[in-house]
C-alpha cells in the first residue's frame, strides 16, 4: 500500500487569490471599522481616524514577527509581563549565606578525624602493605 504523506501542513490555505481566511478576516473587520467612521464622522476626522485603522488591520493581516501572527505575539507579550517569573538560581554573596548546619553524623566524623594523627596513620598503611602467605606475614 502506498501512503501520500502530506507536506507543507504548517502553511495556511489560500481563499482568495493570495489570501488566506485569516488574512481575509482582518482586511474585512477593517473595512467594517471604515464603513463605519465613514457614515458617522466627518469629513476631517474621517480622514484622520482611518489612517492608523487601515494600518492596524494591515500590521494585524500582513506582518508575522518571528514567524507567528502579531495577535499570538502581543498575546505572548502580554503573558510574559503579567505571569510570575521563576527564578531558578540567584548568586547570593558570600557574606549573605545561611550558616551550614552540622548534621550529628559529620559530627562524629570530625571528632575521629581529630582522633587519628599522621604516626597512626603510617602504623595502619604498613600493616595494610603486608600480606599474609602460607601463615607468616611478608613486607613488600
Known sequence: MIFNIPQFIDKEDKIVGPLTAKQLGWLFSGGVIVLVFW???DTQAFYLSIIPIIGIALAFAFYRPYNQSLLAFIFSIFI????NKIYLWKRMPENELPAKKVSPQKNLLLNVEEKFNEKKITEISKL??????NGKIINK
Not at 80 to 83: A, D, E, G, P, S
Not at 128 to 133: A, F, G, P, R
Open 39 to 41: 457614515g458617522t464622522l
Open 80 to 83: 510574559f509581563i503579567f505571569r
Open 128 to 133: 595494610l602493605d603486608q600480606e599474609k602467605s
